[in-house]
């Protein structure tokens, strides 16, 4: 069954904000950013319908990016959960790989997600074949349970050895665990991850169950809710591979929703970029306190089955692959003990937030040396809850560049020029130390803050094109208004390549195939066509790292599995290993659902827009570069849909502003894009 393709609403609920994007193909699109309600999160949600004045009742699909389970994980916010798993192997989440929370030195400190005496072993044992080494005690296994719900446990991970090669003991304890442990919060750690590393996939399990319940509760309140203002259609929920799932279904797989803001940020980035022309992009997303990077080939993002969110916290699910920096506007510039200067990773946060806010910030941070370089509007401090000046953003950078030699401006730009290069890392993270060159690239700028560090970014990098799109502000909350469905398998196969059997590898991917096309049969949701990506994970035999290999054929023969793999070893690394035996390890299928086609046009109303530049123009003030520069500002929303801008210049609008430095060019296309052009500064 496929609801009517009308009326959309993408939802994403940030940190600070909750961003809200109906669109409606008769009546075109409505904008909303109200603070979000961290206490409930779905108070804010409801607030962002209110602030757009749109009627959930006249909605046929809302798509919501949430960080519910992101920041249960992250804050150790966590149900309490137990786990049983195969006797001898109790410390498994604690063991972990060859690794240490800091490179060097033995400090740091590690805890596990569940706790060493709400992890209970039992006698069973399945070889890696598959075979019965042990037969599942029953007995200890319901002992077990009771006493972990007697220790107060409100969710359950089922986690054997060798499940994977084998899931018929763990497939018997879930079936045991729906008679004796009350609620539905049992995660099977097969059922998840069919992977052969017990520590991977005992965390990512764990992950799953301890926040299952908090987002199960969530879901259900905000779909509650929604109903009681006449809402009568499917709720879809942003996982973090890109793709979404049904409110009815998420908590299953909770896990899967870890990311879901930053991957609606890189779908929507893809989304655009193709529509443009521009479909090999690094999206670059900087807010308040971090900026996340990605990268997209072919209007692809690339997607990691190893993401780990913190030190010895692997989550070997399918997400989209991004990577985050502590420089947000927010972030505060220091001396360090050294004399030398820094940037973040410490953020003044939203309260007391830089101290441009307003709200008692007293401490430099990068929005402040945007205010006080002319990049930002002076006039937005007339509005701050407290009264500020720009002397007083004068002074606190006066104290920070004293030690350095520096008066007030030139340390405000030595911030800046810090912050951008450790930018530019983050970047070269998802290209460089990936294979890819830079120079390949256009340069996605979103965020609050992005596009006003962009252009500096991409001549760091030699990155020749930045595209601006038209809401940069409330990319994420676009990315779920367009987000395809997506259902992503694995399968672990773990042989020689010269031992493998090639023809039940086939049958692997057939099977994913067909279960990811009932899964999306199964969704409410209209789609217009269905994509088939498949690809495996191999290594050279003695390697314990992964290389991800895509395929065109879901039936490859063993030939051309060596061939694609020297290949992509070779072009990661550039070397090649003719000597050592490669091996198969897993067997990966996403299917893709295509949502129907928006305008993207829309976001921005044509009725505001000026028939000249010199009409879109709101003023000059001065501007930082080189020097002290006088440039215009221009009214985002105002320019001609052929507008062509030459720097220095500002383009202002609602939730951002872009600074085009000497030398750069941009140019506004057909959905309202700016694409930037560097040119010799």
């Known amino acids: ?215 199960r509760r969530y879901v259900e309140n905000l779909a509650d809710r929604l109903a009681e203002r006449g809402y009568a259609n499917d709720l879809l929920v942003m996982n973090g591979n890109g793709g979404m799932v049904s409110a009815r279904i998420v908590a299953h797989e909770a896990a899967k929703t870890v990311m879901s803001g930053p991957a609606s940020g890189v779908m929507a980035a893809a989304y655009t970029g193709r529509r443009a022309g521009i479909p090999d992009l690094l999206t670059y997303d900087m807010g308040g306190t971090s900026t996340d990077v990605a990268m997209i080939r072919g209007a692809d993002p690339a997607v990691s089955h190893e993401i780990e969110i913190e030190y010895a916290m692997p989550i070997h699910l399918p997400m989209v692959d991004v990577r985050t920096v502590g420089a947000g506007g927010g972030s505060i510039a220091r001396v360090n003990a050294a004399g030398l200067l820094e940037v973040g990773p410490e953020s003044a946060g939203s309260v007391p937030g830089p101290i441009c806010y307003g709200r008692g910030g007293t401490l430099p941070t990068i929005s402040d040396a945007n205010m006080l370089l002319g990049r930002m509007d002076p006039a937005r401090l007339d509005a701050t809850p407290e009264r500020v000046t720009m002397e007083g953003i004068a002074s606190a950078f006066a104290a920070l560049g004293a030690s350095l030699g520096l008066d007030a401006t030139q340390a405000a730009a030595a911030v800046l020029m810090i912050a951008n290069a450790k930018m530019a890392d983050a970047v070269r993270m998802v290209s460089i130390s990936l294979g890819e060159d830079p120079r390949d690239f256009a340069l996605f700028a979103f965020g609050g803050a992005g596009p006003l560090h962009a252009t500096a970014i991409a001549r760091e990098l030699g990155v020749p094109r930045v595209l601006v799109p038209a809401r940069p502000g409330i990319t994420n909350a676009l990315g779920c208004v367009v987000a395809d469905l997506r259902h992503d398998f694995v399968n672990t196969v773990n042989r020689p390549l010269d031992a493998v059997d090639i023809e039940a590898v ?14 999306i049969a199964a969704e409410r949701v209209a789609v217009s066509d269905v994509r088939i990506l498949s690809s495996v994970d191999m290594q050279f035999i003695g390697q314990t790292h992964l290389l991800r290999v895509p395929l065109e054929t879901p039936s490859p023969s063993l030939e051309t599995l060596r061939d694609l793999f020297s290949a992509a070893y070779f072009r990661r690394f550039q070397v090649e290993l003719p000597e050592i035996r490669p091996a198969l390890v897993n067997v990966n299928t996403s299917v893709i659902g295509r949502r129907p086609e928006i305008d993207l046009a829309a976001l921005i109303d044509s009725a505001g827009r000026r028939a000249t530049l010199a009409e879109a123009k709101t003023g000059t003030r001065r501007v930082w570069f080189d020097g002290w520069r006088v440039v215009p500002v221009y009214r985002r929303e105002h320019l001609p849909a052929d507008a062509v801008l030459e720097g220095p210049a500002i383009v202002e609008q609602m939730d951002t502003t872009l600074v085009l430095g000497p030398g750069e060019r941009a140019k506004q296309d057909t959905d309202g894009n700016l694409v930037v052009t560097l040119g010799s500064a």
Request: glycine share 8%; aromatic share 4%; with cysteine.
């Open 506 to 519: 086939h049958a692997l991917f057939a099977q994913q195939i067909e279960a990811g096309r009932a899964a």
């Open 1 to 215: 069954m496929s609801a009517p393709t009308g009326a959309v609403a993408g939802i994403d609920v940030g940190g600070t904000f909750t961003d809200l994007v109906h669109y409606d193909p008769a009546l075109g699109v409505r904008l909303a950013k109200v603070p979000t309600t961290l206490e409930n999160q779905a108070l804010g949600v409801l607030a962002a319908l209110d602030a757009a004045g749109v009627d959930a009742a006249a909605l046929d699909l809302i798509v919501h990016g949430t960080t519910t389970t992101t920041n249960a994980v992250l804050e150790r916010r966590l149900c309490r959960t137990g786990l049983i798993t195969t006797e001898g192997f109790r410390d498994v989440l604690e063991l972990g790989r060859r690794t240490r929370p800091r490179a060097y030195g033995m400090s740091g400190t590690f805890r596990p997600l569940i706790p060493r005496d709400l992890r209970i072993e039992i006698p069973e044992r399945m070889d890696a074949r598959g075979e019965v080494v042990t037969p599942l005690d029953e007995d200890a296994l319901r002992a077990a349970m009771a006493q972990l719900l007697e220790a107060g446990c409100e969710a359950l991970v089922i986690h054997f050895l060798h499940a994977y090669a084998n899931p018929a003991h763990e497939i018997r304890a879930g079936e045991i665990a729906a008679e004796v442990w009350p609620g539905s919060n049992v995660t099977m750690g097969h059922a998840l991850l069919s992977e052969s590393r017990e520590f991977e996939r005992g965390v990512t399990a764990a992950v799953n169950a301890s926040v299952q319940p908090l987002l």
